[in-house]
């Protein structure tokens, strides 16, 4: 008989939110355990197809104000945490250039009408830049000629994603982390077959959560779902023939286009957004529209090497916002709804999420009202959950699980 290991945490899902909390927890001195699907190298979440994009700006044009701030507050901590890595990771604050085809100059006004109404005054006004065509072509010289007009959002970052999951696991596991893999689809009344115990469990599973994440005041055999996917499609090219410093968008009247250079000449070019639950293979429309919006922006595209056509699916709450569910009776914390800003916002969210299990660990009979959620209003939830939201078979849910 294996002997039972005891943890502070047991999460769940290693993916970005399970990988971030993983390495903020071990490192604030608790004795970790985290358990995934898949395996170390993460391509079984949405983290590892992700662009990476830290754009707080240029997101304001399609989100809320919560996610601007989540997202300015991130950027400072990612710049932080970078540095504390034992391996260097890719990391730039270059800005995003944002162009347009003649045709689309419809989309101008909206985008930048859009971010003044969302985004703090001071932040339009120090980091948004109009460009004429020799503003485009100083900023990006392989652009010139190619655009009369621009703009530069000033500050803007991404970062090498597959590099940063690497570097936060290594670290973790270095610091003590004890990692459990290719583990299947775990859910919290299973983790006694893994011969481990917990005194918080923390569910970082991103939309292999969905069935946790109902609405846990609904009648009982009735199932409102919390939590959905959006499917997005994203390519991934190398061409080392072109040469751009930056993430580039292209307005476009159905989805924001963006190709974010990656180091070693690849780039992550995205994405879309589809309001389906299908992890299929990406349709050869969106390869067209992803692939000609890349050709039309620069036509030495054209020689670049299709490494990747990846399709993940987004995990997303219906006011699409993030959020952090606290049972404080069960010892449960799930974090969860970072949809299309993951990387943007997950360290002030994980650093909020870990803030609750500490204080769950340190017997705070009211956890849920750390500090972070005076900061975050609304980003913390109290709840009691039904017994039958921790387990594997949730009535009713039938094809909602896969
Ligand atoms: C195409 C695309 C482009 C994106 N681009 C950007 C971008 O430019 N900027 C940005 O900020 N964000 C971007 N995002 C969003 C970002 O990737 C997500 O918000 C983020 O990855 C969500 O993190 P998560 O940890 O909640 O989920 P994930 O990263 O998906 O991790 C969940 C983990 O849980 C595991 N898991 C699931 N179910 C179980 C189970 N039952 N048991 C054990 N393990 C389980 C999964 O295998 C996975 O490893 C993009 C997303 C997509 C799809």
Request: with cysteine; glycine share 8%; hydrophobic share 45%.
């Amino acid at each position: 008989m294996t002997a039972v290991k005891s943890f502070d945490v047991a999460i769940l899902g290693a993916g970005l939110a399970g990988r971030l909390c993983a390495w903020l927890l071990v490192r604030a001195g608790a004795r970790v355990a985290l358990v995934e699907r898949g395996g170390p190298d993460g391509t079984g979440a949405a983290a590892h197809v992700a662009a990476a994009m830290l754009a707080p700006l240029a997101e304001s044009a399609i989100a809320e104000r919560r996610i601007v701030d989540l997202g300015m507050a991130s950027v400072d901590l990612w710049r932080a945490w970078i540095q504390e890595l034992p391996e260097p990771v890719f990391f730039q604050e270059d800005g995003t250039l944002v162009v347009w085809h003649a045709r689309d100059r419809s989309e101008v006004s909206l985008f930048t009408g859009r971010m003044r109404a969302v985004a703090p005054p001071e932040l339009v006004r120090e980091r948004l830049a109009v460009l004429d065509g020799a503003g485009v072509a100083a900023v990006e010289p392989e652009l010139a000629g190619r655009f009369p007009q621009g703009l530069l959002l000033k500050g803007e970052g991404q970062l090498d994603n597959r590099g940063a999951l690497r570097a936060l696991l290594d670290c973790a596991v270095k610091e003590g982390v004890h990692c459990i893999w290719e583990a299947g689809d775990v859910d919290i009344d299973l983790l006694p077959q893994f011969d481990l115990r917990a005194n918080v469990v923390l569910d970082c599973r991103g939309l292999g959560a969905r069935a946790a994440w109902c609405d846990p005041t609904a009648e009982p055999g009735v199932v409102k779902p919390g939590l959905r996917g959006l499917r997005g499609e994203v390519v991934r090219v190398h061409a080392p023939d072109v040469k751009l410093h930056r993430p580039i968008r292209l307005l476009h009247p159905r989805y924001p286009i963006y190709i974010a250079p990656k180091p070693n000449d690849l780039y992550v070019i995205g994405a879309t957004e589809i309001e389906s639950e299908d992890d299929s293979p990406m349709s050869v429309r969106s390869a067209l529209e992803l692939l000609s919006a890349a050709h039309s922006l620069h036509p030495a595209f054209g020689e670049a090497r299709v490494l990747e056509l990846n399709v993940q699916r987004r995990p997303t709450r219906p006011d699409h916002l993030p959020a952090i569910r606290v049972d404080q009776q069960a010892r449960v914390v799930r974090v969860n709804g970072l949809y299309r800003h993951g990387w943007l916002i997950a360290p002030a969210v994980t650093e909020a999420a870990c803030a609750v299990v500490r204080a769950l660990l340190a017997g705070d009979p009211a956890a849920h009202a750390v500090p972070a959620s005076l900061r975050w209003p609304g980003l913390i939830q109290s709840v009691e959950e039904p017994a039958h939201l921790r387990g594997t078979a949730v009535p009713g849910l039938g094809s909602l699980l896969h």
